[in-house]
Every structure is written in structure tokens, then in C-alpha cells.
């Protein structure tokens, strides 16, 4: 098990060409120096055709977006547990809501995650899911209202009684899941807010990923806290 130390920012690539190969590469690098100015925890997650390289020429915690619930065989086109393991893998998102899975299937891949002592962070798109995935005992639940992803409205002023209801319900259940909040973030108000509401961290995107200098916007992120 990691041992992540709070606040966490999580960066999801997503499949932006602004953080897509060559500028994948860069913008790890920006997590990797912003970590290292602020002492605030940064996990990339890159599309996997990256992560064998980010993993190469930094030191940056690396996940994937996805791993399907399949086992070595014939499977074309899909993300094999194993192979990203080989990659270098830190972990996996799981559930996105750009990529959801069924429930059997999270709770599969989040085992394997688990039996690996990787990190497993499970999205939901509201509190009833959250409490739902809070019982497969991930590392991190990312409370992410689907209907705010990439809009810049921050969940934690659209939507703060879903995050503290997913504090509140995921803690009942087992207080060392931490819980993220994601879809809207972008600046160090948005932060502080989310942190307020006891979220333990962010999952973030576009903000970062299509400011005119993401190290820039990576060091507001963290300047409130
Ligand atoms: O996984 C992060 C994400 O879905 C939030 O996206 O662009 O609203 O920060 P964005």
C-alpha cells in the first residue's frame, strides 16, 4: 500500500493532445518539478502509450485510466493488467465516467490493484456509487459529477453536498479510503474549497491540461493550501 501523504493532486491526460506523447512527457515533468517546489503529492495519468516512457524519464507516481476485467488471451484492443504492470503502473483509475465499468468488473480490477499493493482509485458519479465502491476498499473514491466534467464550474461550489455526502458515507464505511473530488477544478480557491469540504484531494483535467502554462496554473492549484 502506498503511503500518500494529504492533499493529493491527481492529473488525468485524458486524451488531450495538449498531454499526449512528446507534451505528456513535459507536462510530468511539470507535475514532477510542482511536487517538488510545493511538497504537495502529484500522480499523473497519462494515456498508456505513455506511461512506459513518463515512468522511464521521471519519478512520478503514474496510473492508468483504465484496465479492463480480462484475463491474458484474446482480447484485441483492450488494457491487460499485466502489461501495464510491465509498463510501471503506480495504479489505475477505474470507473471514469468517460469509461464506466460494471460494478463485478471495478471490484475484479480493484483486487488485482489491491493484491498488488497498487493504487486503485475508483470514480463515482454520486454519492449512492460511492458508498458502493467505498466497500472494495480502494485507496481513493473521486466523487465527480459527470454533468460538470470540463465545464470549469468547480464541484465544490456547484455541487458541495455531494462531496461532503461522499465524505461523509465513504468514512462510515472505512476511514482510510480517501476521498477525492473532481470534474470543474481548476484554480488554488477551488483547492482550498474542496479541501474544506474534506475532500483529501483532487481529480483534475482540463484546467491544467489547457492553460496556457500548466506548471503555472499546477502552482495556483496548490497556492491556497
Ligand atoms: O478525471 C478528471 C475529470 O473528469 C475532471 O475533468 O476537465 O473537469 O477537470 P475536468
Excluded: W
Excluded at 497519462?46 to 512520478?60: F, G, H, L, M, N
Excluded at 483486487?111 to 476498499?137: H, R, Y
Excluded at 461550489?157 to 462510515?172: I, L, M, Y
Aim: proline residues 4%; aromatic residues 2%; hydrophobic residues 40%.
Amino acid at each position: 500500500m502506498y503511503k500518500l501523504k494529504n492533499p493529493i493532486v491527481i492529473l488525468n491526460f485524458k486524451t488531450y493532445l495538449e498531454s499526449s506523447g512528446e507534451k505528456a512527457l513535459n507536462l510530468a515533468k511539470s507535475l514532477e518539478s510542482v511536487e517538488e517546489e510545493s511538497g504537495i503529492t502529484m500522480i499523473a495519468v497519462p494515456q498508456s502509450a505513455d506511461i512506459y516512457r513518463i515512468k522511464e524519464e521521471t519519478s512520478i507516481l503514474t496510473l492508468a485510466q483504465h484496465i479492463d476485467a480480462i484475463s491474458p488471451g484474446s482480447n484485441t484492443g483492450s488494457n491487460l493488467f499485466e502489461t501495464l504492470l510491465s509498463s510501471g503502473i503506480d495504479g489505475s483509475l477505474l470507473n471514469h465516467s468517460e469509461k464506466r465499468m460494471e460494478l463485478a468488473d471495478i471490484d475484479l480490477v480493484n483486487s488485482k490493484l489491491n493484491d498488488n499493493d497498487l493504487i486503485s482509485c475508483i470514480c463515482s458519479n454520486n454519492v449512492k456509487t460511492s458508498i458502493a465502491v467505498a466497500t472494495m476498499n480502494p485507496q481513493f473514491v473521486a466523487i465527480e459529477p459527470p454533468e460538470l466534467i470540463g465545464t470549469g464550474i468547480p464541484v465544490s461550489q456547484a455541487e458541495p453536498e455531494v462531496v461532503q455526502g461522499t465524505v461523509d458515507e465513504v468514512k462510515k464505511i472505512n476511514k482510510d479510503v480517501k476521498v477525492l473530488c473532481g470534474a470543474g477544478i481548476s484554480t488554488g480557491e477551488d483547492m482550498a474549497q474542496a479541501l474544506e469540504l474534506g475532500a483529501e484531494g483532487v481529480l483534475l483535467a482540463s484546467g491544467i491540461i489547457r492553460a496556457d502554462d500548466p506548471k503555472k496554473a499546477l502552482l495556483d492549484l496548490v497556492s491556497k493550501i
